[in-house]
């Protein structure tokens, strides 16, 4: 069974960069697509950006500029820098990742990273 362990969140200030981490273990099949989504307290879930095997990516209009998106195909990872946080960027950060698994599509979600941003 396939899983996704994120890393890299934590508390910062308004103005301040943090470097979310996200690797595929276990048994994984042919990945194609990964994402990050968030979730604020009383909020529904979020796409913040996206990224296809072929090395497309695609952002949410709200950190367009300000974060980015990166993968390893080789290595099932992909990895979100977020430059100027501000305190509406403060949600838990969750790894998704669609998988083609025997010719079938399959999602996975990570288990989410806390991002708290400081006024």
């Known amino acids: 069974q396939g899983q996704l362990v994120e890393s890299g969140g934590g508390l910062v200030q308004a103005g301040g960069s943090l470097r979310l981490s996200c690797a595929a273990s276990?048994?994984?099949?042919?990945?194609?697509?990964m994402a990050w989504y968030r979730q604020a307290p009383g909020k529904p879930r979020e796409l913040v950006a996206s990224?296809?095997?072929?090395?497309?990516?695609d952002y949410a209009d709200a950190v367009e500029g300000r974060f980015t998106i990166s993968g390893d195909n080789t290595k099932n990872s992909v990895f979100l820098q977020m430059n100027s946080l501000k305190p509406e960027d403060t949600a838990i950060y969750y790894c998704?990742?669609?998988?083609?698994?025997?010719?079938?599509?399959?999602?996975?979600w990570g288990q989410g990273t806390q991002v708290t941003v400081s006024s």
């Open positions: 990224i296809t095997s072929g090395g497309r990516t």
């Open positions: 276990g048994t994984v099949f042919s990945i194609n697509y």
């Open positions: 998704y990742a669609l998988q083609t698994k025997y010719g079938y599509p399959e999602t996975i």
